[in-house]
């Protein structure tokens, strides 16, 4: 059974950072896969922040986290980590890894329904 696993949620100043951990577990790793992250703010859709095939490499982002996250891959580690910086109270949200078994060479991608294995997700909160 594939599990997904978050963790590194918290609260934090804006213009802070924090650096939030996904890892898979339960499924055969040399298989290419994607990892993404989402986040739902109270009231809202579930939205893509970003997404990544590990094994290809290609990466993806939303208009509103570019150039403050940074998604990357451990392959040693099985890990995925979102690296965010400048945060902002808007992206207070909970904060969910998700994995499809797809792969992409460019831009994987970030539709919730194309994810079949979700974390327990991780909240995020940043004060003003």
């Known amino acids: 059974e594939v599990q997904v696993v978050e963790s590194g949620g918290g609260l934090v100043q804006a213009g802070g950072s924090l650096r939030l951990s996904c890892k898979p577990s339960?499924?055969?790793?040399?298989?290419?896969?994607?990892i993404g992250w989402f986040r739902q703010a109270p009231g809202k859709d579930r939205e893509g922040v970003s997404s990544?095939?590990?094994?290809?490499?290609?990466?993806n982002y939303a208009d509103s986290v570019k150039g403050r996250f940074t998604i990357s891959s451990d392959n040693a580690k099985s890990t995925v980590y979102l690296q965010m910086n400048s945060l902002k109270p808007e992206d207070t949200a909970v904060y969910y890894c998700a994995k499809s078994p797809a792969t992409y060479i460019q831009k994987p991608t970030m539709r919730p329904h194309d994810y079949d294995s979700w974390g327990q997700g991780t909240q995020v909160t940043v004060s003003s």
């Open positions: 339960g499924f055969a790793f040399w298989d290419g896969y994607t």
């Open positions: 990544i095939s590990v094994d290809t490499g290609s990466t």
